[in-house]
């Protein structure tokens, strides 16, 4: 059985001798594997096809309840990448996330148009690159269905605080400056709250939780719309918005400790 898709190369490794296996994101299927057989040597057509990054219009077959890929044309290489090596290693985190939050066989069109979009503006360096993350992370944090109540205080249900914000990362909600210094009356935060859960609160300002709010309602052409001149509050969302998928997603990612590598 022949058949075509569009897809976005999230993965790719080496397979027997000259062959690669590559990770494809699609909108109707989800993650699928594919086998590309000679793809790591220069002179095979499939080549261009199987790099990581790589947007294309992959040709395959199906026999032994496997895929080939027997052809295709690149629609986006996203070639400028390789050029800027705090780039790279973003656009790397964001594809890791990607497969981290898909499935095989579930439909994602709307995390494969993010996550297209997301390597555009690392490439194009639409916004500084901290920004971009924070938006992909809060995303992500969304479509899976864990996103946090960003929209008042989980106490007493104030919108706006003049003494600033905590994000309750394991609780899913923010809590306001004032609820939080009468909760805690001055003293260290302790490791766990009443249910045992693991405390982990991060300070946020008003310019960190508008951004936030601003990313959870956008549509995917606006999601970038932002901006925050602060540095001070930038590295609030920054801070928060990683924490908040690493920690829901309850794993750790070598593409992440990269990034922060190459970013300091």
Known sequence: MRATCDGLVIREYPYGEND????????????????????????????????LFTYANIEYYKKGGRRWLSGGSVNDSFF???SDMQGFALASYIVQLAAEITGEGVPCPEILRMTLNTLYAIETKL??????KSAYEIFAANVSGFAPDIWQCDDCGCESSESDWWLDVMNDRIICGDCHSKKSQGLPVPPTDELMTQNILLPM???AVAAWRYVTEASLKRIFAFGISDS????????????????HLERSFDTLDFYHTVKE
């Open 205 to 207: 300002d008003n310019n």
């Open 80 to 82: 400028g990448l390789n």
């Open 127 to 132: 916004k500084p690159y901290g920004q971009i």
């Open 20 to 51: 690669k296996i590559i990770t494809v994101l699609t909108a109707d299927e989800g993650k699928i594997l594919m086998t590309a057989k000679g793809a790591r040597s220069m002179r095979s057509k499939a080549s261009v096809i199987c790099r």
């Open 232 to 247: 001070e509050s930038m590295g609030y969302l920054e801070r928060a918005s990683e924490a908040y998928i690493v920690n």
